[in-house]
């Protein structure tokens, strides 16, 4: 991935536009398939060392309600998405919530990019953390102004999806 980056600043490309970098990873001869996941993960790799700088409080992750455990979860939903009650051990949400919260970070469950928008207005977070598919990964990475980091869901889908808690784990 490094040689790819270095090869696409050699090139003078923004790596902040999804479109450019298209152009420019079908002119290295990528897979157009494997653009989005490429965007996402230069984008990470971009703003790593930025997202470090910022202590956890000034940082948000956001998770995906559709991570939680769907039949039995007792979380209420509210203004600002889902208060988890850690109610399964088993609940990747829950693990990831407890954890980050541990370490300092405000974390909220949502259902969707508007709300998430909505928070961080409010909120005016100096970096973003989100757990989510593809489709909303790169919507919040073409619309975010701000460092972000995003980890794709492993299992995607409306309900019971799935995550690596690990890789989430290892950027925050
Ligand atoms: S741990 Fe939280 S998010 Fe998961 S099922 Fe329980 S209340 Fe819902």
Redesign the pocket.
Known sequence: MKDLVNRLINLGVDLGTRNTLKKALSVLGEEPENVDRLYVEIKNMVYREKMKSFEPKDKILFLPHCL??AD????KMTEEG?E?????KD?K??QIKKYAERKGYKVF?VPGGSMMFSIIRKYEPKGVIGVACMKELILAAENLEMPINGVELSKSGCINTDVDVDKVKSIL
């Open positions: 939680r455990k039995k979860c007792k979380a889902y988890c009650a850690e109610c399964n609940c949400v829950g469950i």
